[in-house]
């Protein structure tokens, strides 16, 4: 443990550079340019992708509940509801009826009274939405594991 490592130091005048790749080094090229093979992913980049239902998840109606639910946030947490994982589905039928089945972090949250009324109301007022029927529901209980990554690091749990 008590042994000192030096390090040598060698001194030299010039380095050889190394050695250049030279074109007559090189293998003779075909004199025709080589066939080109066929591109497989041509077909598939041509294709369109399919059109989606509004009310199915990626449809537009969709997202724009999705979006309303991100804008309700939890009074304690500084996350929005959806991003903590507080909304357990979405289901919107042809109509533009939408159910929402949620839940609370806790059954004795202070909000449990409002937060579902809120719900409703900002999901009823997406345009398109005909109706909306919240499901307030316990199991399964909320837990932190059904928090988005994005809502961990808002909290700092990532």
Known sequence: ?????QIEVEEVDAVAPPPRARVDDAAAAPAAPAERKRDYLAGFLAQTPA???AG???????EAVV?????IFDPEIPVNIYDLGLIYGVEIDGNGSAKVKMTLTTPHCPVAES???EVEMRVSAVPGIRDADVELVWDPPWDPAKMSDEARLELGML
């Open 51 to 53: 059109e989606l239902p």
């Open 56 to 62: 199915e998840p990626g449809g537009d109606l969709y």
């Open 67 to 71: 979006h309303a639910l991100k804008d």
């Open 1 to 5: 443990m008590n042994e000192h490592r």
């Open 115 to 117: 937060m579902p009324g």
